[in-house]
């Protein structure tokens, strides 16, 4: 049995000319738990959107999603969001950040105090505990709110292109950051990105999305210790591979822009 299971999902939204747009269309996969998936593919294809349903934050039209055999149905404790900017509440130091979802679970202050620096700690930024959000980088920012996703103890971490926003170096650095508190954590990543390189360089498996409508077209186990040089053979070789799958079925109305995919 997988850990975390989607079943024949399937997700339409409402047109302006009353028609239904099918955005997921029978979505099938399963993810084996410490495992890290990317979900990748054009605008539109409802990657972030499955997201948003294994988060318990929008409901699929039919199918079924399964977590430890327990159905997803609202959002819990087990399964947190990271999305591309980073939510900070701006009025709340970084460490009362991280705190935030322990005050939620009504963990008493001196433990959840001392359980949101030891997370700082593993993000490298325990200094910068009793500063504002005003007062980080963009990279800085996302490392508080990885901390934060992690400080509650997630089967399941579910990110919606976190380093979208940064610049090419902050991005490399995070790439690290990333891989390494996984190592560490084991935890079970779902990872939305529209950059071939970075799904490459992160992710046990990808799963390829094509739109009208959203379907999968692919699935590519990546069998390669961490971590991996970009300039590796098979990674180069994969990176072609997936180019060659997004460009046979790109919608240039509405798809990729060439930079998005990382060529």
């Known amino acids: 049995m997988a850990f975390l299971e989607i079943k024949n ?9 009353g028609s239904q747009l099918n955005v997921l ?6 993810i084996e738990k410490h495992e890290f998936v990317s979900l990748i593919g054009p605008s539109g294809c409802g990657k972030s959107t499955l997201l ?16 430890n055999d327990k159905a997803i149905t609202k959002p819990g404790n087990d399964r947190v969001m990271v999305f591309q ?3 900070l509440f ?35 930024l325990a200094e910068f505990k009793d500063s504002y959000p005003h007062q980080l980088s963009g990279g800085m920012k996302q490392r508080v709110a990885i901390a934060r996703a992690l400080v509650i103890n997630p089967a399941v971490l579910l990110m919606d292109e976190p380093f979208g926003a940064l610049d090419d170096q902050t991005r490399l ?6 891989i390494n508190l996984w190592l560490k954590t084991k935890k079970t990543i779902v990872f939305v990105t529209h950059n071939i390189r970075e799904a490459i360089k992160l992710s046990d498996r990808i799963i390829v999305f094509a739109n009208n409508p959203g379907r999968i077209i692919e699935k590519i186990n990546i069998d390669l210790p ?28 509405g798809g990729y822009r060439y930079e998005e995919i990382g060529a």
């Open 9 to 17: 999902v399937n997700k339409y939204f409402p047109m302006e000319n």
């Open 25 to 30: 269309n029978n979505i099938n996969f399963k």
């Open 52 to 67: 948003n349903i294994l988060a318990g934050l929008i409901h699929a039209d039919s199918g079924e999603l399964l977590l």
């Open 85 to 87: 900017e980073s939510a």
């Open 90 to 124: 701006p009025w709340l130091s970084v460490i009362e950040n991280v705190m935030f979802g322990l005050k939620i679970q009504q963990i008493d202050k001196k433990t959840a105090y001392t359980k949101a620096l030891k997370q700082l700690k593993a993000v490298h």
């Open 173 to 178: 650095l995070l790439h690290k950051e990333l």
């Open 226 to 253: 961490q971590p991996r040089n970009k300039d590796n053979k098979k990674l180069v070789e994969l990176e072609n591979r997936i180019l060659n799958l997004l460009q046979s079925e790109m919608n240039f109305e």
